[in-house]
């Protein structure tokens, strides 16, 4: 049979990835520089990234048979990750609750927005922050605060000795400073 008299459908293609869901009953806690991104990013989408896409899949469906025509198969794909994508930040962002770290400032226990230095029973130091699930980018060093390492360092102090459950075991480390971003 011609793919010509296939029905095409939004599923075709799809590659739908497994978006990162919240954990049940918890919050989506976001700095304010992270709501402003994710808002950034969902605006360039709506007002820039679509209508090209709309544009080049009219132009691509202009030129007539779309069975063979990469511009318009590629486009419907590209327009479909879009609208996915608007959608999930739209939802995310409805839900966030916009936490400001530097409320903390001078703080010495651990809370949403801290840059956390701890040292491992090896003897080696790590710093990360906490940050919310949709904006922690593990290349800066930034951790979701649902991660193990997070909810093992909340609401602890400097000098304070906690145990981390990893894959491989217990793993004991010790707070050495907690820092937030100054106010303003």
Same mark, same amino acid.
């Given at each position: ?52 896409? %709309?544009?080049? &899949?009219?132009?691509? /469906?202009?030129?007539?048979?779309? #069975?063979?025509? !990469? =511009?318009? +198969? ?68 930034? %951790?979701?605060? &649902?991660?193990?390492? /997070?909810?093992?360092?909340?609401? #602890?102090?400097? !000098? =304070?000795? +906690? ?22």
């Amino acid at each position: 049979m011609s793919k010509a008299f296939t029905k095409e459908t939004d599923a075709d293609d799809d590659d739908e990835i497994a978006l990162p869901a919240l954990p049940s009953g918890t919050r989506n806690y976001m700095t304010p520089a992270g709501y402003a991104r994710l808002r950034a990013e969902l605006f360039d989408l709506i007002d820039n990234e679509r209508p090209k896409m %709309v544009e080049v &899949v009219h132009w691509a /469906a202009s030129n007539g048979d779309r #069975s063979e025509n !990469g =511009d318009y +198969l590629y486009g419907k794909k590209r327009l479909r990750e879009i609208d996915r994508r608007i959608r999930f930040l739209t939802k995310r962002l409805e839900i966030a609750e916009v936490t400001d770290p530097s409320l903390h400032h001078g703080n010495d226990q651990v809370f949403f927005g801290a840059t956390v230095t701890y040292v491992e029973a090896d003897g080696s130091k790590r710093t990360i922050t906490i940050m919310g699930i949709d904006e922690a980018d593990s290349l800066q060093g930034q %951790v979701s605060w &649902v991660s193990p390492i /997070a909810r093992t360092l909340l609401k #602890s102090r400097v !000098g =304070d000795e +906690l145990k981390l459950v990893t894959p491989t075991g217990v793993l004991a480390i010790e707070v050495l400073d907690v820092h937030y971003p100054s106010p303003g």
